[in-house]
């Protein structure tokens, strides 16, 4: 895919069965593949917007939800070709994720907003959460949101109840915050941010959990006069379990973290680390 000024997202979908990739860029293109293998790879669909495009993602397996550098979050429908606006933000969008066909939608309007999908335009707006300050990264996982604002707030928000967060809590890290993902057991969550810099916090309070919070060094490039720090922009989860044959999966409490290769210990979590670019991978056994 070429892009003169770069890809901003890409975004498997979550159905395996359709095999479908969307990747959305910079110079305002959305393009979806069907991905067979490495091998074979088709173009599926390839629309076009006026305004950079900053994120995309599935809702279901037919519709692609993006995010807009103006505010706007559109949907396109793969099957009918049908593209419509399905609301906004007032500032720049920066984050859009989409379990089943709810669409969550983050921006510099210090607003998370919930789209359906699957409802006419007047009635997909079902809700949304005032934080505290600009929306850097969320996540979304079962019932719980995970929210990191500009002020370097973590806001915790069950969706069976949005009048209040579950929890406000400080970044562990100290700079600008990049991304955040919540792992899959659901315990804890994975932070990182502009100084080359991943933490591990535990939602539980308990401090029999909270002493296995950690936080490493990645990314960065070091030599006798200097050091080359660079952010981590993205988190993924590692569905294929690789390197598997290299460490013992019940000596992980919060899962696997490929980032760096090196073990790092913290309490009786040990985490394996491989690098891959700016990409951390997590894998959770739990």
Known sequence: MDSALGISKVQFCPDPAARLLVASTWDGFVKAFRVASLEEVSNVCNYFHENPVLCCTFAGSSKIVTGMLDGLVKLYDIE???EGVIGGHLDCMCRVLSPDNLAVTGGWDSVVKMWDCRLEMVHRDVGQLQCSDRVY?????G???VIATKDRQVMIYDFRN???PLQIR????KYQTRAIKIMPSGQAFAVSSIEGRVAISYFDEDPAFQQNNCEFECHRIKTEKEELIYPVNALAIHLLGLLLREVRMEEYQC???LVRKHYVSSG???LLLQAYHSVL???SWQ
């Open 80 to 82: 009918s070709g049908y």
């Open 268 to 270: 009786n979590s040990q």
């Open 143 to 145: 019932n719980r949101a």
């Open 162 to 164: 949005t009048s209040l």
């Open 255 to 257: 899962g696997i973290l």
């Open 137 to 141: 990264a969320l996540d979304v996982s």
């Open 281 to 283: 991978m997590v894998k």
């Open 170 to 173: 400080p970044s562990p890290l």
